[in-house]
């Protein structure tokens, strides 16, 4: 098999506020390396957890990353690049603040962009990580 793709959706569904109709998953897992969508502080009922709050709202995300990652058969310590995207700079210091607990001692690659905004109006941060499940996981 070339990839599994993990926790697949549509966006009309998690997107009912738009004319959306795009077949999506929250993983794609191709060979050892795993692709997941970036992921914001809402849980995956769909409920945002931190209104105005970018702590809040990381933690929420890197749990969802955390739970991604073992869905998807690797974890936290496997994880090798990451890519922050803020939609203020006064938020910096606490998301990544809060990032730096999830990955301590882990020490992946990391890009940080601020952007002019995100998919929905509170989403303050978005986060996007690619990991690998090692060879000795499989």
């Known amino acids: 098999m070339a990839h599994q793709r993990i926790r697949k959706f549509n966006t009309k569904d ?3 506020d738009q004319d959306l109709d795009n077949d ?3 993983v794609v897992r191709a060979g050892n390396t795993l692709y997941l969508r970036g992921q914001v502080g809402t849980d995956f009922d769909g409920n945002l957890i931190g209104f105005n709050d970018p702590e809040a709202q990381t933690e929420q ?8 990652l073992e869905e998807a ?3 936290l310590d496997h994880v090798c690049k990451i890519t922050i ?3 203020s700079r006064e938020i910096r210091e606490a998301v990544y603040r809060t990032v ?8 992946p690659v ?3 962009v601020i952007v ?13 990580v690619i990991a690998v499940i090692p060879e000795e996981d499989k």
Do not use: H, R
Request: charged share 20%; aromatic share 12%.
């Open 100 to 107: 730096g607990k999830w990955l301590k001692g882990v020490f």
């Open 14 to 16: 998690t997107y009912p």
């Open 24 to 26: 999506l998953c929250q």
């Open 116 to 128: 002019a905004g995100l998919a929905k109006p509170e989403w303050l941060l978005e986060v996007d």
């Open 85 to 87: 995207y803020l939609t």
């Open 110 to 112: 990391s890009t940080g």
């Open 61 to 68: 995300a890197m749990k969802n990353v955390k739970q991604l």
């Open 73 to 75: 058969g690797s974890c």
